[in-house]
């Protein structure tokens, strides 16, 4: 089993909240993209796309600070 000093633990924990941070940052803008056309069955398939973002976002923000 690894033992991690207080250092490492802190960051580790800095690494993993700058991914939630950029990867929330990501799919922010993938939804606003996919919310630009709202029309015909394009627009069917990118307000699927907004919601799964949508979602995504709601999940990372239970990991980030």
Known sequence: MIRLTEKEKADRYDALQ???????ERYADRK????????????????????AYAYM?????RWCE
């Open 18 to 24: 700058t991914a939630f941070k950029y990867t929330k």
């Open 32 to 51: 606003s993209e996919a919310q630009k056309d709202n029309s015909g069955i394009i627009g069917a398939y990118n307000k699927g796309l907004a919601d």
């Open 57 to 61: 976002i709601e999940d990372i923000e």
